[in-house]
């Protein structure tokens, strides 16, 4: 399963919850077997880096709305082979990650 798709399924059930509001627009969501189901769309969260690159801050003293685990990249040496130099490459791996998740009333725009 994609971030998207894990961030996606954690928005909807903050809904239902009552944790997070709806945007007031619809989405369809494909289910396993097929069929399309209209919901309502819940608010964005995202994490604290990625408001950051959206140009927003946290605001002092805010908790996290939500935290789960989403997919993270790593990058390592592989181990060294004197016989195939040319594989002595740095090697991608990917793991799950506990990540925390706020809500656009819990950020402000960064001042310039």
Same mark, same amino acid.
């Given at each position: 399963?994609? /971030? /998207? @798709?894990?961030? &996606?399924?954690?928005?909807?059930? &903050? ?6 509001? /709806? ?8 289910? +396993? ?5 209209? &919901? @309502?769309? !819940? ?15 946290? +605001? ?7 935290? *789960? ?15 195939? !130099?040319?594989? /002595? ?5 990917? *793991?799950?990650?506990?990540?925390? *998740? *706020? ?6 725009a960064i001042r310039a």
């Amino acid at each position: 399963m994609t /971030n /998207n @798709m894990i961030i &996606l399924m954690e928005r909807v059930r &903050l809904m239902k919850e009552g944790k997070i509001g /709806n945007t007031g627009r619809y989405i369809e969501v494909e289910r +396993k077997d097929g069929t399309v189901e209209k &919901l @309502m769309e !819940p608010v964005e969260i995202h994490t604290y880096a990625h408001w950051k690159a959206l140009g927003y801050q946290v +605001k002092r003293g805010e908790k996290a709305v939500a935290s *789960f685990t989403i997919w993270k990249s790593g990058k390592g040496k592989s181990e060294p082979n004197p016989e195939a !130099p040319e594989e /002595n490459l740095e090697k991608t791996s990917m *793991f799950m990650k506990l990540s925390s *998740f *706020f809500t656009p009333d819990q950020v402000e725009a960064i001042r310039a």
